[in-house]
């Protein structure tokens, strides 16, 4: 878990905060959990009404980039969301941070992003291609805050805690030498 260390209130540091629980409970999250969940809803939406009658007068080329990017569209956002979902579970008491690191695992948020270009797609719908960019955008900062929340976690997990005897006797064996003669 990404821990902060705060000043006490006598100066000294020695209090750690973690950033996972503290995120999961905030107000950006809650910002940003509602955004990703209204993209989602916007682009079931579209892509079920102005959508489908827009993606019937496209070129063949076209055609087929707005049916893959749909395709890939959806799929980010689903997965974009089942990362919401576990993190706001964490927030509610539903599950522990290291169980939804567990399940995390199943949540792919680094999926294929689109190409953007080729011939077609200038002729996809405008409102498509926003949906793209906008899931691309939150898709990055999901990412970033994934990151930030399970790295540290998984770092401190496989860092082995300090032996405070064996520190000690080596403070010992320094200051008073080893008596091996």
């Known amino acids: 878990m990404n821990h902060e260390t ?3 209130s006598d100066g000294l540091r020695g209090e750690t905060i973690d950033f996972a629980s503290r995120f999961a409970g905030s107000e950006t999250f809650r910002t940003l959990f509602r955004e990703g969940m209204q993209l989602v809803e916007e682009t079931a939406s579209y892509l079920d009404g102005p959508g489908r009658a827009e993606s019937r007068g496209l070129s063949r080329a076209a055609s087929l980039i707005y049916a893959t990017e749909s395709m890939r569209l959806t799929t980010r956002l689903m997965q974009l969301a089942s990362w919401l979902l576990l993190q706001r579970a964490v927030n509610e008491g539903e599950m522990t941070q290291e169980q939804a690191g567990l399940e995390k695992s199943k949540v792919r948020i680094d999926g294929p992003s689109s190409s953007r270009s080729g011939p077609g797609w200038d002729e996809v719908p405008e409102t498509l291609r926003g949906l793209v960019d906008r899931s691309q955008r ?3 900062r999901i990412r970033r805050l994934d990151e930030a929340i399970y790295t540290e976690e998984t770092a401190a997990a496989e860092t082995p805690a300090p032996n405070p005897v064996g520190e000690q006797l080596g ?11």
């Not at 403070?171 to 003669?181: C, K, N, V």
């Open 138 to 140: 939150l898709q990055e």
């Open 171 to 181: 403070l010992l064996t320094r200051a008073f030498g080893s008596d091996e003669r």
């Open 6 to 8: 705060t000043p006490d």
